[in-house]
């Protein structure tokens, strides 16, 4: 299983980014896929996150409202699209993905990086104020 996540750069605050994330070596759509981010000194957080099916979807409360994560099957890819930036946000992006196909878990299962065991290397993504 290999997942490539590109997208991040410069922007500034206010502005907007999308992330991709294109994943190969297994049946895409059987999976969950997940954004976390990690900041210099911080730990990985968990940004958001999308069902198997497509059906649900999972966001931090820092990212709630401003960010949208969807995914398009036919391209083996999942999305985060970014908006109304702040300089907080700044961070590496990685995607993630679970590795039991089409299993639906209880809410907070999807918030823990535990849940995903293939990584992707990570998009910087740097807002500035």
């Known amino acids: 299983v290999q997942l490539q996540a590109f997208g991040g750069g410069l922007v500034q605050a206010g502005g907007s980014l999308r992330l991709s994330c294109a994943a190969s070596?297994?049946?895409?759509?059987?999976?969950?896929m997940g954004w976390f981010r990690q900041a210099p000194g911080r730990e990985r957080e968990f940004v958001a996150a999308i069902s198997w099916s497509g059906g649900s979807t999972y966001y931090a409360k820092s990212v709630k409202g401003r960010f949208t994560i969807s995914r398009d099957n036919a391209k083996n890819t999942v999305y985060l699209q970014m908006n109304s930036l702040k300089p907080e946000d700044t961070a590496v992006y990685y995607c993630?993905?679970?590795?039991?196909?089409?299993?639906?878990?209880?809410?907070?299962?999807?918030?823990?990086?535990?849940?995903?065991?293939?990584w992707g290397q990570g998009t910087q993504v740097t807002v500035s104020s």
């Open positions: 070596g297994r049946t895409f759509n059987s999976y969950v």
């Open positions: 993630g993905s679970d590795s039991r196909p089409r299993t639906t878990y209880t809410g907070p299962t999807y918030y823990g990086a535990s849940l995903y065991k293939y």
